[in-house]
Nanobody
Framework: QVQLVESGGGLVQAGGSLRLSCAAS????????MAWFRQAPEKERESVAR????????RYADSVKGRFTISRDNAKNTVYLQMNSLKPEDTGVYYC???????????????WGQGTQVTVSS
């Protein structure tokens, strides 16, 4: 059974920073794509960033390029999302996900964390 546990969300003012973490257990971590998604109220879940198993390839949504950085530590079975210059429109529940395919479509991901709330005040 795969478990993903996110942490690091919270309330921050616009322009501030947060670092999300997602600890994984139950599978060979380095074999799988890891991704961050977010969902705002009454909106669909959207891809934020994803990273290859080795960590040498990353992709970002246009809305977060230059502000967010995804990384992973395979020795610790953990993926991170460093979020800088946060904007109110970044508010939402952030989920980490694990999958076998390097896609932005959430349907391609097999396992999900419970989510962590990020709220950016103006």
């Amino acid at each position: 059974q795969v478990q993903l546990v996110e942490s690091g969300g919270g309330l921050v003012q616009a322009g501030g920073s947060l670092r999300l973490s997602c600890a994984a257990s139950g599978r060979t971590f380095s074999n799988f794509i890891m991704a961050w998604f977010r969902q705002a109220p009454e909106k669909e879940r959207e891809s934020v960033a994803r990273i290859s198993g080795s960590g040498d390839s990353t992709r970002y949504a246009d809305s977060v390029k230059g502000r967010f950085t995804i990384s992973r530590d395979n020795a610790k079975n953990t993926v991170y999302l460093q979020m800088n210059s946060l904007k109110p429109e970044d508010t939402g529940v952030y989920y980490c996900a694990s999958g076998r395919f390097y896609y932005s479509d959430p349907a391609r991901y097999d396992y999900w964390g419970q989510g962590t709330q990020v709220t950016v005040s103006s």
